[in-house]
């Protein structure tokens, strides 16, 4: 049998409600230990893709970091409903420039 990959979000309630919508799997988390605990069910659970509000993630950067050079799960960063840190952006130039071998973007 097949391993099957999931996607899933983790912030806070409105922004998760959003994605869970469209059918993904939808932890709503109010503090950075609640966020922790649902990256690592998702990491166990096989997880392919996990999104974090970047107000989450801004207070997790080893555990996010952990997971920078894994092809899984991908942590992407996303902005929550109160707007973008900056973190997603910075974060996806940074993996095109590793994945270019270190050119600038820009």
């Known amino acids: 049998m097949a391993l099957e990959y999931k996607i899933g979000v983790i912030g806070d309630l409105i922004t998760v409600n959003g994605f869970k919508a469209l059918g993904l799997d939808a932890y709503s988390c109010v503090t950075v230990d609640n966020a922790r605990r649902a990256l690592k069910t998702m990491v166990q659970e096989n997880y392919a893709i996990v999104y974090i509000t970047e107000q989450l993630a801004q207070q997790m950067p080893a555990d996010i970091a ?30 095109v420039e590793r994945a270019v071998g270190g050119s600038d973007i820009v």
């Open 66 to 95: 952990r997971y920078k050079d894994s092809v899984t799960p991908a942590v992407i960063l996303i902005p929550s409903s109160e707007g973008s840190l900056g973190l997603g952006q910075t974060a996806l130039r940074e993996a």
